[in-house]
Each structure stands twice: as C-alpha cells, then as structure tokens.
Nanobody, 123 residues
Framework: QVRLVESGGGSMQAGESLKLTCESS?????MGWFRQLPGREREVVAT???????TYADTVKGRITVSRDRWKTTLYMELSSLKPEDTAIYYC????????????????????WGHGTQVTVSS
C-alpha cells in the first residue's frame, strides 16, 4: 500500500513562491501534483515518470519546477510568482499501475492520493 504525505502550503502573498513536498512510502513510476480550485474539478499541475523531465500544465508553465529525489520517493514542487488564481487544494498523487512515461500524463491512471494541502494566495 502506497501512502503519500504532502507538506508545505498555507497562506501566501501574490508574487511569492510556493514549495510543496510529497513523501511516498515507496517508489512509484509516475507521480504528480494536482490541484482543485474553489468550485472547480481537480486538474493536473505536473506529472513526472522515469524520464526526469516533468510535464507541466499550461496554466503554470514557466513558473513551476517539479523534481524527485534520487530514490524517487520524494516529490517536490516549486511554484513561483504566485497569483490569487493559484488558490487551491494541492494534492500529490501516484500511479501504482503505470510503468511507461507516455501514461504518466493520464490523470485517470493515478490511484493513490495524498490528503491535500490548502494554498491560499492573497493579492
């Protein structure tokens, strides 16, 4: 059983940088960050697989960096130049059934989720 625990988040000011960490109880090939904006469905923010180059959503591209540690059990995210529209619950997720990079971008392949962490950005 894979368990994911996010840390970081909280109340931020526009223009600041957000750093989130997700610790997994074991290695999974695909991991990702997702977020749920108020009144909206959950959306993908970034995913990463065996290829160390992550895939980023257009809404955050240019402001985001995602990486994993050498054992690929800790996932990091840094989102800079925060905007009020980045206010959301951020979730870490992992797929226990995918072992190919081409599927790491498929949101429906993620079956393990963290508890989520609230990020609120004030202008």
């Amino acid at each position: 059983q894979v368990r994911l625990v996010e840390s970081g988040g909280g109340s931020m000011q526009a223009g600041e940088s957000l750093k989130l960490t997700c610790e997994s109880s074991r290695f999974t090939y695909c991991m990702g960050w997702f977020r749920q904006l108020p009144g909206r469905e959950r959306e993908v923010v970034a995913t990463i697989g065996g290829d160390p180059s992550p895939t980023y959503a257009d809404t955050v591209k240019g402001r985001i960096t995602v990486s994993r540690d050498r054992w690929k059990t800790t996932l990091y995210m840094e989102l800079s130049s925060l905007k009020p529209e980045d206010t959301a619950i951020y979730y870490c997720a992992a797929s226990t059934s995918v072992y190919a990079d081409e599927y790491c971008t498929h949101s429906d392949r993620y079956d393990v989720w963290g508890h989520g962490t609230q990020v609120t950005v004030s202008s």
